[in-house]
T-cell receptor, first 116, second 112 residues
Framework: EPEVTQTPSHQVTQMGQEVILRCVPISNHLYFYWYRQILGQKVEFLVSFYNNEISEKSEIFDDQFSVERPDGSNFTLKIRSTKLEDSAMYFC??????????????FGEGSRLTVL | ELKVEQNPLFLSMQEGKNYTIYCNYSTTSDRLYWYRQDPGKSLESLFVLLSNGAVKQEGRLMASLDTKARLSTLHITAAVHDLSATYFCAVDVNFGNEKLTFGTGTRLTIIP
């Protein structure tokens, strides 16, 4: 069964460092998302991406964050200068185009980011 | 601002019993999603409810949506240990957007 894959599964970084989290969405999917979950808390929307541009972003997604689809398969989230409060599990998700869409988002296994 | 509230936050129940998790939301929407999350794992889609009165069932789980009351329920029938997990409901107000607002989650523990 096709799945969304994310790397790394866990990254530890020092405050102020840049981090890139990588995602390979399901191959025929057109819409891509990043969500995050701070430990023990609910899942929060960060950004949605379609047709090589951001569709919508939340207040959390400030200038320190950026997303990119550098080639036909990868979808990346970059945090330019990490803060302690960026420590969280980051989930990538993808879905099909509207013609086939049933409402289901497919989530990856997540990348746990720890900022020291 | 859309608010999504679940209750209870924690639920410990014996195998074989029935129980219901409630999800209330504050803004008109006819799209509600239920996800399951095992500890340290990803979110597994359980149900997608796309209209008022929608009811879906899979095994021992049944989800329903009442858009007038802005309420969804996840009913567990004859619980088994394998159902122990955290269950999240999520709402979005613009179909095709998937800017999902998640509830706080209900941590379900099934005791043998």
């Amino acid at each position: 069964e096709p799945e969304v894959t994310q790397t790394p599964s866990h990254q530890v970084t020092q405050m102020g460092q840049e981090v890139i989290l990588r995602c390979v969405p399901i191959s025929n999917h057109l819409y891509f998302y990043w969500y995050r979950q701070i430990l023990g808390q609910k899942v929060e929307f960060l950004v949605s991406f379609y047709n090589n541009e951001i569709s919508e972003k939340s207040e959390i997604f400030d200038d320190q964050f950026s997303v990119e689809r550098p080639d036909g398969s990868n979808f990346t989230l970059k945090i330019r200068s990490t803060k302690l409060e960026d420590s969280a599990m980051y989930f990538c998700a993808s879905r099909t185009g509207l013609a086939e869409y049933t409402g289901e988002l497919f989530f990856g296994e997540g990348s746990r980011l720890t900022v020291l | 601002e859309l608010k999504v509230e679940q209750n209870p936050l924690f639920l410990s129940m014996q195998e074989g019993k029935n129980y219901t998790i409630y999800c209330n939301y504050s803004t008109t929407s006819d799209r509600l999603y239920w996800y399951r999350q095992d500890p340290g794992k990803s979110l597994e889609s359980l149900f997608v409810l796309l209209s008022n009165g929608a009811v879906k069932q899979e095994g021992r789980l049944m989800a329903s949506l009442d858009t007038k009351a802005r309420l969804s329920t996840l009913h567990i029938t004859a619980a088994v240990h394998d159902l122990s997990a955290t269950y999240f409901c999520a709402v979005d107000v613009n179909f095709g957007n998937e800017k999902l607002t998640f509830g706080t989650g209900t941590r379900l523990t099934i005791i043998p």
